[in-house]
């Protein structure tokens, strides 16, 4: 189904050797559901005879020769009888391709559902950053019956699929397999190999195996019916007895396999869980660190901005110093005049009374010099005046020039601190039969079984409401009768097993009556 293995032969082997030869080699030991198939020379699919040798069997002469390895039979219930993940994989791809190729009937709605357990099981979780868009176009997925019957793109149906996809999460592929084969068993030709057969009154009927009388346009046909009832009937009985020491062994060892896988994803999801928390860690350290950096970089701006404005106005201090010296010397001068204009005036005075006799020259003289001396009393005045003003300038730039390098330092404190504190932050087939062996169990439990839908109930809605969003889209003129049989089987409430029910009512009799009226 997904290989290709190829085996050379003996003219004596017999198909019981070719067999085990294969099975040996995929390391399969449920062998009881698998038989070889092939073409024959008229072009029909027959089973190949174990008890005989390959090349005395009417198989088509092509070199090399093309058998297929089958499931011949089906269990009843895939999540009990299928132990090994080998046995399910080999069901899970046979059964997709029968869905696929339509020769087993799947509504449109169920379809999407298994399409998206398909593409759990190829491509695991879904994941956003990707899966992008596109991701299933190189999938084949569903049946091209179910393209052709509704008016949906490639996208469309893509985003339907998606949508379970995405609910899927945490469900292991070996899980989805099963998943897939417990939804797929409940479709009404699931396990059934049908037969072109005739009644007595020659009604052409297609036959899902049962063991009453019919005609067959061939023998061989009757044969190979015949064939699959008595294997059919032998894993029922299989089934009521209690399990052997291999099939025991082999669940024992299925057991241990899914608790190690368990708890192997338990520890994948914890890692993971672990992983995502670094990485959002790292980034929340990146994003802060960005920030940070931004703010240092204002903060060295800042720090320019302030040095500027502190070497303009020590500039500033030292142009007012130095005329604060210039009016402090002109000051001195003015007060050395002062005391020379006094000195003089003590002398015109002293010369006043010496010389009484130059009198009036003298009051015009003193008079002089009252007035000149009025003016430099004025002019000291004002420069002392100056002198002062100039102080209280000088005094307002200093305590401007502490406050400024008052402000740097604090600046620069605050960095040190915010720098420590980052660095803390950072650091199946349905088959009946009535007879009973010694050892088994009297067990018609299948009788009374449900669907998967109708044991999940929100599996259910789910299906209901996609079926509503695709009835929208579908074009009906394309229906096929077995589209026609399954609406008719909803609308009356039927299922497989309900029809197992009924089908068991009455005695043997009554069912072949049942048949040949038909």
């Keep these: 189904m997904d290989a290709e293995l190829e085996f050379a032969i003996l003219p004596s082997t017999t198909g019981k050797q070719l067999f085990n030869q294969i099975v040996k080699t995929i390391g399969l030991r449920e062998t009881w559901f698998f038989g070889l198939q092939y073409q024959d020379s008229k072009g029909f699919s027959t089973w190949l005879k174990l008890n005989k040798r390959v090349t005395a069997q009417d ?30 994989r080999l069901f899970f791809l046979q059964v997709k391709e029968g869905i696929l190729n339509d020769d087993i009937y799947c509504p449109p709605e169920t379809a999407v559902l298994l399409a998206s357990y398909s593409v759990q099981t190829k491509h695991g979780d879904y994941k956003k950053d990707y899966h992008f868009p596109g991701y299933l176009s190189r999938d084949k997925l569903l ?36 998943e897939y084969l417990k939804i797929a068993q409940d479709l009404e030709m699931y396990g059934v190999n049908y037969f072109s057969i005739k ?35 032998d894993l029922y009985m299989r089934r009521r007895k209690p399990d052997t020491i291999e099939v025991q062994q082999m669940k024992a060892q299925a057991r241990e396999e899914k608790t190690k896988r368990q708890i192997e994803k338990a520890l994948l999801e ?15 350290i990146a994003r802060e660190t960005m920030e940070l950096m931004g703010r240092l970089k204002q903060i060295e ?86 002198t002062k003003r100039w102080q209280k300038r000088t005094v307002m730039v200093e305590v401007d020039l502490e406050r400024a390098k008052e402000v740097l330092k604090t600046k620069d404190i605050q960095d040190c601190v915010q720098g420590d504190h980052d660095e803390t932050d950072e650091s199946s087939a349905e088959a009946s039969a009535e007879l009973t062996s010694p050892g088994m169990v009297r067990d018609r439990s299948e009788e009374e079984r449900m669907t998967e839908a109708q044991k999940n109930k929100r599996l259910q809605k789910h299906l ?55």
């Design 59 to 88: 198989v088509r002469r092509e070199n090399p020769l093309l058998i297929k390895f089958r499931a011949k039979f089906y269990p009843e219930d895939v999540a009990e009888e299928l132990i090994q993940e080998a046995t399910q």
């Design 143 to 178: 049946p091209q019956r179910v393209l052709e019957q509704h008016k949906l793109n490639k996208e469309q149906w893509e985003n339907r699929i998606k949508v379970w996809h995405v609910e899927h999460k945490g469900v292991l592929r070996e899980d989805a397999m099963v």
């Design 199 to 233: 009644n007595k009154k020659g009604s052409e009927l297609w036959l899902g195996v049962d063991d009453f009388v019919f005609y067959a346009p061939r023998l061989r046909i009757n044969k190979r019916i015949l064939a699959l009832c008595m294997g059919n009937h």
């Design 270 to 284: 914890r890692e993971k869980k672990k992983r995502e928390n670094a990485e959002k860690e790292t980034e929340k």
């Design 301 to 386: 701006e800042e720090t320019k901005k302030a040095q500027e404005e502190l070497k303009e106005q020590t500039r500033r201090a030292l142009e007012l110093e130095k005329e604060r010296t210039f009016a402090q010397e002109e000051a001195e001068r003015l007060e050395k005049e002062r005391r020379a204009a006094e000195e003089a005036k003590a002398a015109l005075l002293q010369q006043s009374e010496s010389q009484m006799k130059n009198q009036e020259n003298l009051a015009t003289e003193l008079a002089e010099l009252t007035s000149k001396i009025s003016l430099l009393e004025d002019l000291k005045k004002e420069k002392a005046d100056d």
């Design 464 to 518: 209901k409401v996609l079926s509503t969003e695709l009835a929208s889209a579908r074009d009906d003129s394309k229906n096929t009768p077995n589209d026609l049989i399954h609406a008719e089987n909803v609308k009356a409430g039927r299922d497989k097993y309900r029809t197992l029910r009924q089908i068991r009512q009455g005695n043997t009799k009554q069912r072949i009556d049942e048949f040949e009226s038909m």
